[in-house]
């Protein structure tokens, strides 16, 4: 049996002893949810109720035709040919890059000689990426991510494409590396396509233009394929069919799948499960995780700031679905907001600067800065339909210290605050990637700050809110931070 790799695609020649590695390699499972009338409850009881069910999807990676699949989980499949003692050869086409790009580092230093604690991990990840030649680098948020791929890029000299999800972290990486690299760096997004030889794109323009001579060149150029917060796997994009018709797909994958680049990195503090089908679907297009630092590991090496996690009880009410008990009881509650702006207030007199998030642009963001407004305090609420400028000007106030709290729903991920030393959690879901995206916004360090607070809110429900809550502090507990305190509220 012989495995042919390429850049994007491992084909196999003989598939019949494969039937079980194909299945539990290539046959991805995601759970679903689908909202129908629960039809039961209405012949009990006449009344028309909304019900969610559970409908799991699948999806195949594995071209039965062509006997093909993606080359990024190939090491599973080759494992497991080695535990059944099945032989097998393997043909690597793929061609390596020289180095042809002369760049000098201008970055932060990592070695320790500039009296700051040494990050070795980021001398150590350029080798790791050039012997592997493609993967994940597991690095926890505020590892200093984008000076570890701007050492990548030095010490690999080739042709890059860096992908970023968002249009706040395509101006914060541009400008970054702009200062780190000693060459001009190419923009793509906000309308601009000004690709160069080291380029930063967004997913969204990249995916807009996908089908254009001047996209595909670009993907097919590149050399070095570079995904920051490559956890966005997941990121649905709508186009349309033949007839016209708007559907759903997966545009991070597809982009990243169609980009033959012979160095592939992933970037992120959150790959996910090994069982869920976003990993499954990131290590196809990237590669296994390669390198691994965790938050403990930053904070006792002193490269972050330590943190106290306080969980806040909070009695609520038993409500029948989730949407209705999150609406109900968290985003439009008043009395629970209340007290989650008496908190903030608390730390605001102790000379912390705030930050809270939520994902509840009409409900939560207005009701919090309503309640500040009663306790004479006049807080920012940000969100995506802000203009470009208004942001920027909002994200550098909270920066340089010129405003001291900040409510927003795009500050979950991506965006550097160092003053930052006090993170609040307002919205009452789980979603583990954000959770962890979000202790990296107050880890930072800067002059002056102390232990960093991270505000949380255990909502006693005794079903659905409850039930993230726990998954949250399991998280916590998890990541071995060991200053967790729980408070009682009302």
Same mark, same amino acid.
């Given at each position: ?7 994007? !695609? ?33 012949? #009990?009881? *006449? ?5 969610? %069910?559970? %409908? ?26 080695? /535990? ?48 592997? #030649? ?9 590892? *200093? ?10 010490? !690999?000299?080739?042709?890059? !494409? ?12 541009? /400008? ?62 709508? #186009? ?25 990195? *992933? ?10 089908? %976003?990993?499954?679907?990131? /290590? ?63 730390? !605001?007199?102790? *000379? ?24 004479? +305090? ?32 795009? +500050? ?49 429900? %005794? ?28």
């Amino acid at each position: 049996m012989t495995f042919t790799i390429d850049n994007i !695609l491992c084909h196999v020649d003989d598939v019949t002893p494969l039937a079980e590695p194909l299945h539990n390699f290539f046959d991805i499972k995601k759970d679903g949810f689908v909202r129908g009338v629960d039809w039961k409850h209405y012949q #009990t009881t *006449g009344q028309t109720v909304l019900k969610t %069910k559970y %409908k799991p999807e699948y999806i195949n990676l594995y071209n039965y035709l062509a006997k093909n699949f993606p080359s990024g989980r190939v090491g599973y499949v080759l494992d497991w040919c080695d /535990e059944h003692s099945i032989p097998y050869v393997i043909q690597d086409v793929r061609q390596k890059p020289s180095k042809h790009l002369e760049i000098k580092y201008n970055g932060p230093v990592s070695d320790g000689s500039n009296g700051q604690p040494p990050r070795v991990y980021q001398l150590e990840a350029p080798k790791i990426v050039e012997e592997a #030649t493609r993967g994940i680098l597991w690095h926890a948020t505020a590892s *200093g991510k984008t000076a570890t791929a701007a050492r990548i890029i030095c010490h !690999l000299g080739v042709n890059t !494409l860096y992908v970023v999800p968002s249009l706040e972290l395509l101006n914060q990486t541009h /400008e970054m590396l702009q200062k780190m690299l000693s060459v001009d760096i190419g923009k793509i997004g906000e309308g601009i396509w000004s690709p160069k030889s080291i380029t930063v794109a967004t997913t969204a323009t990249l995916w807009s233009r996908f089908d254009t001579p001047e996209c595909k060149q670009l993907l097919n150029s590149a050399e070095l394929l570079i995904v920051d917060e490559v956890h966005h796997v997941n990121v649905k994009s709508t #186009t349309k069919d033949k007839n016209n018709r708007a559907y759903n797909v997966n545009s991070w994958y597809i982009i990243a799948i169609n980009c033959p680049a012979y160095y592939r990195v *992933g970037l992120t503090g959150t790959p996910g499960k090994n069982i869920e089908q %976003k990993r499954a679907l990131l /290590e196809c297009a990237i590669g296994r995780v390669i390198h691994r630092v965790s938050t403990k590991e930053l904070i006792d090496i002193g490269v972050v700031s330590d943190v106290e996690v306080h969980m806040h009880e909070i009695p609520q009410n038993t409500v029948s679905d989730y949407a209705s008990a999150r609406r109900e009881c968290v985003l439009t509650n008043e009395k629970f907001n209340d007290y989650v702006v008496r908190v903030v207030i608390e730390e !605001l007199k102790n *000379g912390k600067n705030a930050l809270l998030v939520t994902n509840s642009k009409a409900h939560q963001g207005p009701l919090l800065v309503s309640l500040f407004k009663k306790y004479g +305090y006049d807080v920012p609420f940000v969100t995506g339909e802000e203009k470009k400028k208004s942001r920027k000007l909002f994200r550098e106030d909270f920066r340089d210290g010129k405003i001291n709290c900040l409510i927003g729903t795009i +500050y979950k991920e991506g965006v550097d605050f160092p003053k930052c030393d006090c993170g609040v959690l307002c919205d009452g879901g789980f979603d583990e990637k954000a959770t962890i995206q979000f202790l990296g916004r107050i880890l930072r360090i800067s002059k002056g700050k102390g232990i960093a607070h991270l505000h949380d809110f255990f909502h006693k429900d %005794k079903k659905y809110l409850q039930k993230h809550s726990n998954a949250r502090l399991s998280y916590y507990v998890e990541e071995d931070l060991d200053k967790i305190k729980i408070h009682k509220s009302y």
